[in-house]
């Protein structure tokens, strides 16, 4: 992983360059931010490029011997811990090493909740235990092999067991010549007071809109169906990525025509549309209704505000400015619960095309208030 491997967060990247050109590498950083941020990444991209043999000015080389190691995550002076559960065969980090590597090779925008089902942790909880305390310990009690820096990455501190916490204190206070721990977490506030306070924190910002779509446009996305995504998304890339991977159903035009059959009340029209909805996958009928609950709230937003308040342009932008004169404070209520209900019943494996059925004259009744 590398610096311009991150689309945008160019001051993140900035602070961490200005920290090693100054010489001010802080042995214990947390890089805090939201689910599915740059923060994992940005993690990744310093310590690759703390340990690259040619340095260039703003970034690694990625090329170079440790730069290759460091971008397959083999490099033995890396270390990672995670949360896992403990099984019959396997108990910590390092038993989970193959998995976690698979796993960043897919995405490092992903949540912990994609963690879990991908080891398939199912309803097993999953934490940092004890252990990981005494092995953080050993692992970083020799020198660094081939690197300059022998660097640890603590996923989600968070998570980690009090007694692991307490555990790595004193080695947190005072590591080892040349050792970096680099913390990547969600929330500060389940962290031990005495761990945030031996460690430098970082803000790493969510993604703009406007990065999310450069992105996305760079995987193979059009320019509509990459802005469709990244308004759903609201900075959280990892969510981005996997609305997506159905972008190809082009939600707009079909909330556009849906809508317009449930104003003409033609129930022939929405026993179709129910059916048509039923045949989409769940992740599919989910993506469906949070785009047709971000499109109602943006044109709320525009009735009100006007075209400042909203993040849209184009065919969303021509949609809204025709639509809200439908949307309005005497039934903006009633649409935010009955999409929300539906998003969770589907949760729920809620028979679909009864579900849309419901919806779709719901939303009838409601679009013919005057």
């Avoid at 200005?18 to 990444?41: E, I, M, P, T």
């Avoid at 977490?185 to 910002?205: E, F, G, H, K």
């Avoid at 990244?230 to 997506?244: F, I, K, P, W």
Wanted: hydrophobic fraction near 40%; charge should be neutral; include cysteine.
């Amino acid at each position: 992983m590398q610096f311009s491997d991150i689309i945008g967060l160019t001051e993140v990247k900035q602070t961490l360059l200005n920290a090693y050109q100054r010489n001010h590498v802080a042995h214990a950083q947390l890089f805090l931010g939201k689910d599915g941020g740059g923060q994992l990444s940005m993690a990744l991209a310093y310590a690759t490029f703390l340990n690259c043999e040619n340095k260039q000015t703003a970034d690694s080389c990625g090329k170079c011997n440790a730069c290759q190691k460091y971008n397959k995550l083999i490099h033995p002076d890396l270390h990672f811990v995670f949360p896992t559960f403990t099984s019959k065969d396997k108990a910590g980090s390092e038993a989970y090493l193959k998995e976690w590597r698979n796993f960043l090779g897919e995405s490092s925008y992903s949540s912990f909740y994609d963690w879990t089902k991908f080891i398939e942790a199912d309803n097993k909880q999953c934490l940092i235990p004890v252990q990981e305390g005494r092995n953080i310990i050993q692992n970083l009690s020799l020198k660094a092999y081939e690197g300059q820096y022998k660097t640890l990455i603590i996923w989600l501190p968070e998570l980690m067991n009090v007694n692991a916490a307490n555990a790595i204190l004193k080695i947190l206070e005072e590591p080892p010549e040349k050792t970096i721990f680099l913390m990547v977490s969600n929330s500060v506030d389940r962290m031990l007071a005495t761990i945030l306070s031996r460690t430098q924190m970082l803000n790493v910002r969510p993604f703009t809109d406007e990065e999310v779509r450069e992105y996305l446009e760079k995987q193979g996305l059009t320019p509509e169906q990459a802005a469709q995504v990244a308004l759903l998304a609201e900075g959280n890339l990892g969510e981005a990525l996997r609305l997506s991977q159905d972008a190809q159903d082009d939600k707009q035009v079909m909330f556009r025509d849906w809508m317009r059959d449930c104003y003409r009340a033609d129930l022939a029209l929405l026993v179709k549309w129910s059916e048509k909805f039923g045949t989409l996958t769940k992740e599919n009928q989910k993506a469906f209704v949070q785009y047709g609950l971000t499109m109602i709230r943006e044109s709320f937003l525009y009735r009100y505000v006007g075209e400042k308040g909203i993040h849209l342009e184009n065919e969303g932008l021509n949609f809204v400015q025709k639509f809200h004169v439908f949307i309005h404070e005497r039934n903006i209520d009633r649409f935010v619960l009955a999409f929300n209900e539906s998003y969770r019943h589907i949760e729920r494996n809620a028979n679909a095309k009864i579900m849309f059925l419901d919806l779709s004259l719901k939303s009838m009744a409601w679009l013919r208030e005057k």
